[in-house]
């Protein structure tokens, strides 16, 4: 945190320098574009960077915030101002309902219903005839600031370069944010960050509204700074410019988004003069020249060229140690040997597969069951019905919530997360490229309460130390507090399995489920792990495991539950069921005694 402040303490002088010098109106004009260029681009990084999602049609954005502005400022003499709040609040309603049908989409079809949705407002702005179609609005006012009228290029830069760093600064604030964790595992997590409490489907269309409206600041200055608005800078090709700067400066780095811009705007203006006397005609050769250029940055620096100089420069890394900060509340745990947990005749079917047959069990409080049973024998399954990732077909399960039992199966997985029950997975969910601090502070999402405005805002403080406080508490609790600021890629693969307990220790459950915790883990870190699960045991916690390592197994669970091809084959202490012939069968294949 200390790091972007000073980077953008830096920033901000050298654009005082440059608005300062004796530059010609040339240059202010194209620094003046970079600067509304880069607040599309900035939206983009934010949605299609961090969080994943692509757009294309950013440009009908940018037009919204262009026309509202002008059309009240010509036709009814509102101030800009005015403007402003008018093309903010268009913008956010368009952009509200695009997301509600969009952001439903995945896959190659998101993009492509930009691409729909982008050229329909496209087509709107030139077939309005209130807005003069095609020849557009002319005379629009100028922007009046404290009093003074902002007439020239360089008024207007101040004006511009300073939404641009507000921007930075709310964006920075937000990634670095509960909710901005969240945003962080849409991109290829969105079952995790279910599991551990997200609403992502009202996260994204969060997160495309606010790129929206950036493009929509962004149209506002342009209306003012050009006098005149027409539908041509809106289209398709503008809304793939604004994504090729956020992809060429760094997709998902807030600095990339204005590197990106600088660097496609200078050399456009700069092919736009050279290559047609090179070609002997008229024509976007430029476009040419971009393609090249995308091809060759896929290739060399696929993460875009911010992230390609900043691994070349010297940089401090921050250091977060969250400490001092109030212990976050505690949810009370139901007395040992009360019911729990209870599976009653759950089934699933995907099609034709009966993937888990009417499988019944209970696990009673300070209780650690083992689910057990040969590859395919429905476990994960099973997993994924108590926590909500996949629906029953027939059968119910019941989950002990405040005084009574009660139905969870139907509920969405945020919603069983928020009774009490978190989870590891059997393929390891994490973000890479986050450090390991972020990546278990995700786990109690459910116990902040600051969202997307206090955090743009920066209000978020205090409760950000303290969820990050918790996060190291159970890092160092788990043996993994030494790495707490390394990136969760970096580790070892029974590290990460480890640091997926962490993260869901910080969800403060009263029903912990692992899956397979232990793969990938020597002998000496199995037992430490066999200590922790019998120290959170001891603490109220109760376990439901699926794991392979019999010896694990058997020396840390009260009960076992046995399933093979969907169907429980045995349910009993450990003993008893590693003399149970089925057992033994399903396992071995029969081998007399």
């Known amino acids: 945190m200390r790091a972007r402040a000073a980077g953008l303490l830096a920033f901000t002088a050298i654009l005082l320098l440059i608005g300062m010098l004796p530059l010609p109106p040339y240059w202010i004009t194209l620094a003046n574009y970079i600067g509304l260029y880069s607040l599309v681009a900035l939206g983009l990084v934010l949605l299609t960077g961090v969080a994943g999602l692509t757009s ?35 913008t956010a309603l368009a952009a509200f309902l695009i997301g509600l049908i ?35 609005i002319t005379g629009v006012p100028v922007i009046g600031l404290f009093g003074l009228p902002l007439v020239s290029g360089r008024s207007m830069y101040f004006l511009i370069w300073a939404c641009v760093l507000g921007a930075v600064l709310c964006l920075g ?47 506002w200055l342009y209306a003012h700074l050009q006098r005149a608005v027409n539908p041509s800078p809106f289209g398709l090709n503008a809304g793939i410019e604004y994504l090729f700067m956020a992809v060429v400066g760094g997709a998902g780095y807030l600095w990339g988004a204005i590197l990106g811009a600088a660097l496609l705007t200078v050399l456009k203006d700069q092919l736009q003069a050279v290559l047609p006397l090179l070609f002997g005609g008229n024509g976007n050769y430029e476009v040419i020249v971009f393609g090249i250029m995308l091809v060759v940055l896929l290739q060399r620096a696929r993460e875009g060229l ?9 940089r401090r890394k921050d250091t977060v140690m ?19 947990l209870r599976v009653e005749k759950a089934r699933k079917q995907f099609g034709g597969l009966v993937a888990v047959n009417d499988v019944s069990f209970e696990l009673q409080a300070g209780e650690i069951v083992g689910l057990i049973g040969p590859n395919g024998a429905g476990k994960s399954t099973m997993f994924n019905l108590v926590t909500g990732v996949v629906p029953l077909t027939g059968g119910e399960i019941r989950f002990r919530a405040g005084d009574g039992m009660r139905r969870i199966d139907g509920l969405a997985s945020r919603r069983i997360a928020s009774l009490g029950i978190a989870r590891s997975f059997q393929h390891v969910q994490l973000l890479p490229a986050m450090s390991v601090l972020e990546n278990v502070a995700i786990g109690a999402h459910l116990r902040g309460r600051r969202g997307i405005p206090s955090s743009l805002a920066g209000l978020n403080r205090a409760e950000e130390r303290m969820l990050l406080q918790e996060a190291r508490r159970q890092l160092e609790r788990v043996g993994l507090g030494r790495l707490m600021h390394e990136e969760a890629g970096s580790l070892a693969l029974g590290q990460q399995r480890i640091l997926e307990i962490a993260r869901a220790l910080c969800c403060d459950p009263v029903l912990l489920l692992l899956d397979e915790p232990a793969a990938g883990l020597r002998y000496q870190e199995k037992q430490a792990l066999a200590d922790l699960l019998r120290r959170l045991k001891g603490e109220g916690v109760s376990i439901l495991l699926v794991e392979h390592d019999m010896d694990f197994v058997m020396n840390l669970t009260d009960r076992l539950v046995v399933m093979e091809f969907g169907t429980k084959i045995a349910e009993g202490l450990p003993q008893d069921v590693q003399r149970n012939e089925a057992v033994l069968e399903a396992y071995l294949g029969g081998i007399a005694s």
């Open 56 to 90: 294309f049609g950013q440009a009908a954005f940018v037009g919204l915030g262009a026309y509202a502005t002008a059309y009240l400022s010509t036709a009814y003499g509102a101030s800009p101002w005015i403007g402003l709040a008018a093309g903010l609040a268009i």
């Open 102 to 136: 969009t952001m439903r989409l995945s896959g190659h079809y998101l993009p492509l219903g930009t691409i729909a949705w982008g050229l329909s407002l496209f087509f709107l702005f030139g077939n309005l005839e209130f807005l003069n179609k095609y020849d557009g």
């Open 173 to 219: 604030n937000l990634l670095d944010s509960r909710s901005g964790r969240a945003i962080r595992a849409l991109k290829g997590r969105g079952m995790m960050a279910e599991a551990m409490g997200v609403d992502t489907a009202w996260m994204k269309i969060a997160i495309f509204v606010i790129a929206a409206l950036l493009a929509g600041l962004s149209g």
């Open 306 to 314: 911010w992230p390609y100089l900043q691994r070349r420069l010297p």
């Open 322 to 340: 969250p400490e001092n900060a109030p212990a976050l509340p505690q949810r009370a745990r139901p007395p040992a040997g009360e019911p729990l």
